[in-house]
């Protein structure tokens, strides 16, 4: 069996505006196992971004657990949550927040430096990686020079660049044309599915969500079956 990635257990996050508690997620549960893609399906303002945010560890919950390979990570102190999302967890959003100033090359090497790889083993990773998400002629430019779909397909390599063991994506394709974004999604769960690596994609499209492994939506603050 498949060792269970990210596991979220009685979540809560309310947020206060002008003095009334607006409860977000009311006690979420999930559980991913490595290689499997969940779709996360819910409504603009239903709180996916803000379970993404709490599964990748960039924001904490006001109650229960966040498991990242069975280490309850909600509540560690801020350098050990840094040290650990750097580690083991990949992100790819709706916009692809390149840098602009460096070339694609570049943009899927400096993560790697930063986790302390050599820059030639980053350079050799990130020019396999952009290989193969057909980008290997693109590799010099900046991102001024690519199109939509090859700006978001640098996104998704940099954001498995450091062999995460768990991609979150929120919107992923949600920035481009239909005809692009279903080229450039088809070869984002092809990259997931080669590395094994847990992914959890949010997405309002449902022809998108039923191509993953199992749809989850989020309900009055819970993660239902989708």
């Given at each position: ?46 709180g ?17 657990a ?45 993560p ?28 010099s ?31 992923p ?7 692009t ?9 092809a990259?997931v599915?080669?590395?094994g ?26 993660i239902?079956?989708?």
């Open positions: 069996m498949s060792s269970v990635a990210l596991r979220l257990a009685g979540i809560t996050r309310t947020f206060q505006s002008g003095g009334t508690a607006l409860p977000v997620l009311r006690g979420a549960d999930l559980a991913i196992a490595s290689g499997e893609i969940v779709a996360l399906v819910a409504p603009s303002g239903a996916k971004s803000t379970l993404l945010h709490i599964a990748g560890l960039l924001e904490k919950p006001d109650g229960g966040v498991e990242i390979d069975g280490r309850n990570a909600a509540q560690l102190p801020d350098a050990e949550r840094t040290a650990l999302r750097r580690r083991t967890i990949g992100f790819v959003y709706q916009f692809h927040h390149l840098l602009p100033e460096f070339s694609a090359l570049e943009n899927v090497v400096i790697q430096m930063i986790a302390g790889i050599a820059r030639r083993q980053a350079e050799e990773r990130a020019r396999a990686l952009l290989a193969d998400f057909g980008l290997a002629a693109r590799a430019h900046r991102p001024a020079r690519l199109s939509g779909g090859e700006q978001q397909r640098v996104a998704i390599a940099r954001a498995l660049a450091n062999a995460p063991r768990l991609l979150l994506a929120d919107e394709t949600g920035n481009l044309d239909l005809a974004a279903d080229r450039v999604f088809a070869e984002l769960l990259a599915r080669n590395q690596v847990a992914a959890l994609i949010a997405t309002h499209n449902p022809e998108l969500a039923q191509r993953m492994d199992r749809v989850v939506r989020l309900h009055e603050g819970h239902v079956p989708g």
